[in-house]
């Protein structure tokens, strides 16, 4: 799993635009607030299944307040989310930027505290399949390999920093390790991808 490629910054550029690719809800070639509430709405129902209870106007109305806050402070208010080109330039730049793993893991962590609907401290596997995953359409066989990547204390479960951990390394590094197959595989082929 060494490095892959000749040129680092188009590695990380593709993983950005996978990343794109997998939040852009409604698949309409941009990654609104919409896809990102669409998103939560969707974690919220698959909650609900997993609780045997409905969901209710209020946490509805909380989850979508949230997700519009992370979304905002993520996105630049939508400004860098108009297009997967804008998206993947500002996303790769930012990556390198001093100070980004720190304000990216502290983002993280609001995610996932607003994924942590049990208020537990943790996600279990069945949580991050149904919640995380599932949603924003990663396989549930690749869900359980980014599971078992994530879990890197091997408890079972997954814990702000473990989640916070792995994100960041997929969004920073520059070259291909087992963080990049966070969201499933990495069909990179440095002749072939373009943006």
């Known amino acids: 799993m060494g490095g892959c490629c000749k040129d680092k910054k188009a590695f990380?550029?593709?993983k950005h635009g996978h990343s794109f690719d997998l939040m852009d809800f409604d698949k309409n070639g941009k990654f609104e607030k919409k896809d990102f509430i669409g998103w939560y709405k969707k974690s919220m129902e698959n909650v609900a299944v997993l609780a045997g209870n409905e969901v209710t106007d209020d946490q509805v109305k909380k989850v979508e307040r949230q997700a519009g806050i992370i979304y905002n402070a993520f996105m630049?208010?939508?400004f860098f989310g108009k297009n997967k080109k804008?998206?993947?330039?500002?996303?790769?730049?930012?990556?390198q930027m001093?100070?980004?793993?720190?304000i990216t893991k502290l983002l993280f962590k609001k995610l996932f505290k607003?994924?942590?609907v049990d208020d537990s401290g943790d996600w279990s596997l069945e949580e991050y399949v149904k919640?995380?995953?599932e949603p924003i359409g990663i396989s549930e066989e690749d869900a359980k390999e980014s599971f078992k990547m994530l879990d890197t204390d091997g408890n079972g479960v997954l814990d702000v920093n473990e989640v916070t951990d792995g994100m960041t390394h997929f969004l920073t590094d520059l070259e291909k390790n087992k963080w990049s197959y966070m969201f499933g595989p990495v069909d990179?082929?440095?002749?072939?991808?373009k943006e």
Do not use: H
């Open 12 to 14: 990380l550029r593709y």
């Open 76 to 78: 630049f208010f939508g």
């Open 86 to 95: 804008r998206f993947v330039g500002f996303s790769s730049f930012a990556s």
């Open 98 to 102: 001093p100070g980004y793993k720190m």
């Open 114 to 116: 607003l994924f942590d």
């Open 131 to 133: 919640i995380f995953c």
């Open 188 to 193: 990179y082929d440095p002749d072939e991808w």
